[in-house]
Protein backbone atom coordinates (compact mmCIF):
# COMPACT_ATOMS: atom_id res chain seq x y z
CA UNK A 1 0.00 0.00 0.00
CA UNK A 2 1.19 3.29 -0.82
CA UNK A 3 2.22 6.26 2.12
CA UNK A 4 0.88 8.74 -0.13
CA UNK A 5 -2.65 9.31 -0.35
CA UNK A 6 -2.65 11.01 -3.64
CA UNK A 7 0.00 10.44 -6.23
CA UNK A 8 -0.05 12.55 -9.64
CA UNK A 9 2.38 10.68 -12.31
CA UNK A 10 3.35 12.23 -15.63
CA UNK A 11 -0.14 13.61 -16.06
CA UNK A 12 -1.18 15.58 -19.16
CA UNK A 13 -4.76 16.95 -20.80
CA UNK A 14 -5.07 18.45 -24.02
CA UNK A 15 -8.51 20.22 -25.40
CA UNK A 16 -8.04 19.49 -28.93
CA UNK A 17 -5.06 20.70 -29.80
CA UNK A 18 -4.10 22.89 -27.09
CA UNK A 19 -2.25 21.44 -24.58
CA UNK A 20 -3.20 22.69 -20.81
CA UNK A 21 -1.70 19.86 -18.36
CA UNK A 22 2.22 18.19 -19.18
CA UNK A 23 4.13 15.92 -17.33
CA UNK A 24 2.55 16.90 -14.03
CA UNK A 25 4.04 14.96 -11.04
CA UNK A 26 3.70 15.21 -7.32
CA UNK A 27 1.99 13.43 -4.44
CA UNK A 28 0.15 14.20 -1.53
CA UNK A 29 0.65 12.46 1.97
CA UNK A 30 -1.72 12.78 5.24
CA UNK A 31 -1.84 16.04 6.68
CA UNK A 32 -0.10 17.91 3.70
CA UNK A 33 -1.19 21.13 3.05
CA UNK A 34 -0.21 21.98 -0.47
CA UNK A 35 -0.71 25.19 -2.25
CA UNK A 36 -1.05 25.51 -6.11
CA UNK A 37 -0.03 29.08 -7.30
CA UNK A 38 0.66 30.33 -10.69
CA UNK A 39 -0.32 32.90 -13.30
CA UNK A 40 -4.16 32.50 -14.30
CA UNK A 41 -4.57 30.13 -17.28
CA UNK A 42 -1.44 28.35 -15.77
CA UNK A 43 -3.79 25.50 -15.66
CA UNK A 44 -4.01 24.92 -12.12
CA UNK A 45 -7.77 24.39 -12.29
CA UNK A 46 -7.70 22.29 -14.73
CA UNK A 47 -5.04 20.03 -12.81
CA UNK A 48 -7.78 20.40 -9.80
CA UNK A 49 -10.49 19.18 -11.77
CA UNK A 50 -8.96 16.26 -13.26
CA UNK A 51 -7.95 15.03 -9.66
CA UNK A 52 -11.41 15.46 -8.73
CA UNK A 53 -12.08 13.56 -12.69
CA UNK A 54 -14.46 16.06 -13.21
CA UNK A 55 -12.29 16.46 -16.26
CA UNK A 56 -10.43 13.54 -17.64
CA UNK A 57 -6.74 13.45 -17.94
CA UNK A 58 -5.30 12.95 -21.58
CA UNK A 59 -2.65 10.75 -20.66
CA UNK A 60 -1.03 10.16 -17.41
CA UNK A 61 -2.69 8.54 -14.12
CA UNK A 62 -3.62 9.66 -10.96
CA UNK A 63 -3.51 7.02 -8.15
CA UNK A 64 -5.24 7.19 -4.99
CA UNK A 65 -3.75 5.15 -2.09
CA UNK A 66 -1.85 3.07 -4.81
CA UNK A 67 -4.77 2.52 -6.87
CA UNK A 68 -5.44 3.79 -10.20
CA UNK A 69 -8.54 6.11 -10.29
CA UNK A 70 -8.36 7.07 -14.01
CA UNK A 71 -9.70 4.47 -16.56
CA UNK A 72 -13.06 2.61 -17.82
CA UNK A 73 -13.98 0.70 -14.10
CA UNK A 74 -13.69 3.76 -11.94
CA UNK A 75 -16.73 4.53 -9.41
CA UNK A 76 -16.28 8.59 -10.10
CA UNK A 77 -18.98 9.23 -7.20
CA UNK A 78 -17.60 6.88 -4.64
CA UNK A 79 -13.91 8.20 -5.14
CA UNK A 80 -15.39 11.37 -4.86
CA UNK A 81 -16.53 10.76 -1.52
CA UNK A 82 -13.32 10.44 -0.44
CA UNK A 83 -11.52 13.39 -2.33
CA UNK A 84 -14.23 16.10 -1.58
CA UNK A 85 -14.19 19.76 -3.60
CA UNK A 86 -14.70 23.24 -2.77
CA UNK A 87 -15.64 25.50 -5.96
CA UNK A 88 -14.96 28.88 -6.18
CA UNK A 89 -18.46 29.71 -7.07
CA UNK A 90 -19.68 27.38 -3.85
CA UNK A 91 -22.45 25.44 -5.91
CA UNK A 92 -25.12 25.12 -3.15
CA UNK A 93 -28.84 24.39 -4.18
CA UNK A 94 -30.77 27.69 -3.94
CA UNK A 95 -34.01 26.15 -3.50
CA UNK A 96 -32.64 24.18 -0.05
CA UNK A 97 -31.69 25.61 3.19
CA UNK A 98 -28.29 26.09 4.32
CA UNK A 99 -28.54 22.34 6.75
CA UNK A 100 -30.26 20.66 4.07
CA UNK A 101 -27.47 22.07 1.27
CA UNK A 102 -25.14 20.03 3.87
CA UNK A 103 -27.50 17.04 4.39
CA UNK A 104 -28.07 16.18 0.75
CA UNK A 105 -24.88 14.82 -0.26
CA UNK A 106 -24.72 12.62 2.41
CA UNK A 107 -28.45 10.93 1.74
CA UNK A 108 -27.93 10.26 -1.53
CA UNK A 109 -24.58 9.19 -2.08
CA UNK A 110 -23.03 8.17 1.86
CA UNK A 111 -27.37 6.87 2.17
CA UNK A 112 -27.14 7.93 5.62
CA UNK A 113 -30.27 8.31 7.41
CA UNK A 114 -32.08 11.90 8.03
CA UNK A 115 -30.81 11.91 11.40
CA UNK A 116 -27.21 11.00 11.25
CA UNK A 117 -26.94 13.28 8.09
CA UNK A 118 -28.72 16.43 9.81
CA UNK A 119 -26.11 15.70 12.98
CA UNK A 120 -23.48 16.00 11.06
CA UNK A 121 -24.04 18.50 9.06
CA UNK A 122 -25.11 20.87 12.33
CA UNK A 123 -21.63 19.69 13.60
CA UNK A 124 -19.47 20.78 10.34
CA UNK A 125 -21.71 24.31 10.06
CA UNK A 126 -20.72 24.84 13.64
CA UNK A 127 -17.38 24.32 12.72
CA UNK A 128 -17.41 27.05 10.37
CA UNK A 129 -19.17 29.44 12.41
CA UNK A 130 -22.51 29.14 10.41
CA UNK A 131 -24.92 27.62 13.10
CA UNK A 132 -27.46 30.70 12.72
CA UNK A 133 -27.74 30.65 9.38
CA UNK A 134 -28.85 26.87 9.36
CA UNK A 135 -32.60 27.71 7.87
CA UNK A 136 -31.33 30.42 5.94
CA UNK A 137 -31.12 29.86 2.01
CA UNK A 138 -28.54 31.13 -0.46
CA UNK A 139 -29.78 34.06 -1.43
CA UNK A 140 -30.18 35.07 2.07
CA UNK A 141 -26.50 34.69 3.13
CA UNK A 142 -22.77 36.64 2.06
CA UNK A 143 -20.60 35.21 -0.03
CA UNK A 144 -18.08 34.35 2.46
CA UNK A 145 -21.22 32.57 4.40
CA UNK A 146 -21.77 30.34 1.40
CA UNK A 147 -18.65 29.53 0.95
CA UNK A 148 -18.56 28.37 4.65
CA UNK A 149 -21.22 26.83 3.96
CA UNK A 150 -20.05 24.95 1.04
CA UNK A 151 -16.83 24.24 3.54
CA UNK A 152 -19.08 22.45 5.65
CA UNK A 153 -20.77 20.76 3.05
CA UNK A 154 -17.59 19.36 1.87
CA UNK A 155 -16.40 18.18 5.58
CA UNK A 156 -19.99 16.78 6.26
CA UNK A 157 -19.28 13.51 4.05
CA UNK A 158 -15.91 12.95 4.97
CA UNK A 159 -13.62 13.17 2.66
CA UNK A 160 -9.93 11.99 3.51
CA UNK A 161 -8.54 15.23 0.86
CA UNK A 162 -10.27 18.36 0.17
CA UNK A 163 -9.19 20.11 -3.13
CA UNK A 164 -10.37 23.91 -3.00
CA UNK A 165 -9.97 26.14 -6.12
CA UNK A 166 -9.37 29.64 -5.72
CA UNK A 167 -12.37 29.92 -2.74
CA UNK A 168 -11.79 33.23 -2.17
CA UNK A 169 -11.58 34.71 -5.77
CA UNK A 170 -15.48 35.25 -5.76
CA UNK A 171 -15.70 36.93 -2.61
CA UNK A 172 -15.50 40.66 -1.64
CA UNK A 173 -12.09 41.54 0.31
CA UNK A 174 -13.78 41.55 3.56
CA UNK A 175 -14.99 37.96 3.43
CA UNK A 176 -12.06 36.93 2.02
CA UNK A 177 -10.19 36.83 5.38
CA UNK A 178 -13.29 34.73 7.23
CA UNK A 179 -13.07 31.81 4.52
CA UNK A 180 -9.53 32.01 5.14
CA UNK A 181 -9.14 31.38 8.65
CA UNK A 182 -11.83 28.24 8.26
CA UNK A 183 -9.26 26.96 6.24
CA UNK A 184 -6.55 27.66 8.83
CA UNK A 185 -8.74 26.22 11.66
CA UNK A 186 -8.91 22.62 9.09
CA UNK A 187 -5.08 23.18 8.45
CA UNK A 188 -4.25 22.76 12.16
CA UNK A 189 -6.74 19.85 12.83
CA UNK A 190 -4.81 17.53 10.21
CA UNK A 191 -7.04 17.95 7.20
CA UNK A 192 -5.31 17.29 4.17
CA UNK A 193 -5.95 19.89 1.34
CA UNK A 194 -4.82 21.01 -2.20
CA UNK A 195 -5.53 24.30 -2.55
CA UNK A 196 -5.30 26.66 -5.71
CA UNK A 197 -5.35 30.19 -4.70
CA UNK A 198 -3.93 33.57 -5.51
CA UNK A 199 -3.59 34.11 -1.45
CA UNK A 200 -0.02 34.18 -0.77
CA UNK A 201 0.68 34.80 2.19
CA UNK A 202 -1.96 31.41 2.84
CA UNK A 203 0.21 29.60 0.52
CA UNK A 204 3.34 30.87 2.70
CA UNK A 205 2.07 30.41 5.95
CA UNK A 206 0.02 27.52 6.05
CA UNK A 207 1.48 24.94 3.55
CA UNK A 208 3.81 22.31 3.91
CA UNK A 209 4.46 21.84 0.17
CA UNK A 210 3.87 24.87 -2.53
CA UNK A 211 3.57 24.01 -6.43
CA UNK A 212 4.22 26.80 -8.95
CA UNK A 213 3.08 26.12 -11.79
CA UNK A 214 3.24 27.98 -15.39
CA UNK A 215 2.57 27.05 -18.74
CA UNK A 216 1.06 23.68 -17.92
CA UNK A 217 3.88 22.60 -16.26
CA UNK A 218 5.04 22.47 -12.58
CA UNK A 219 8.03 24.83 -12.97
CA UNK A 220 9.04 24.51 -9.12
CA UNK A 221 8.20 23.05 -5.91
CA UNK A 222 8.77 22.88 -2.47
CA UNK A 223 8.57 23.93 0.87
CA UNK A 224 7.50 27.63 1.71
CA UNK A 225 10.49 28.19 2.78
CA UNK A 226 12.20 26.98 -0.91
CA UNK A 227 9.50 28.31 -2.91
CA UNK A 228 9.13 31.96 -1.13
CA UNK A 229 12.69 32.54 0.77
CA UNK A 230 14.82 30.53 -2.27
CA UNK A 231 13.11 30.02 -5.16
CA UNK A 232 15.64 28.51 -8.07
CA UNK A 233 13.97 29.32 -11.43
CA UNK A 234 13.79 32.55 -12.55
CA UNK A 235 10.21 32.46 -13.64
CA UNK A 236 9.22 31.57 -10.20
CA UNK A 237 11.23 34.56 -8.67
CA UNK A 238 9.50 36.69 -11.37
CA UNK A 239 5.86 35.58 -10.49
CA UNK A 240 6.56 36.00 -7.14
CA UNK A 241 7.82 39.97 -7.56
CA UNK A 242 5.32 40.25 -9.82
CA UNK A 243 2.29 38.88 -7.95
CA UNK A 244 3.01 39.43 -4.59
CA UNK A 245 4.25 43.39 -4.61
CA UNK A 246 4.35 44.45 -0.94
CA UNK A 247 1.55 41.80 0.06
CA UNK A 248 3.55 39.54 2.24
CA UNK A 249 5.08 42.08 4.66
Known amino acids: MSEHILEIRHLSKCFGSHGVLTDIDFTVSAGDV ?16 CINLLETPTGGEILYHGRPVTGANVNAAEYRSHVGMVFQSFNLFNNMT ?64 LLFDEPTSALDPEMVGEVLNVMRSLAADGMTMLVVTHEMAFARDVSKKVVYM ?7 QGTP ?17 RFIGKSLD
Open 34 to 49: TSIIGASGSGKSTLLR
Open 225 to 241: EEIFGAPKRPETREFLS
Open 98 to 161: VLENCMVGQMKVLHKKKFEARERALYYLEKVGMTPYINARPRQISGGQKQRVAIARSLAMDPEV
Open 214 to 220: NNGVICE
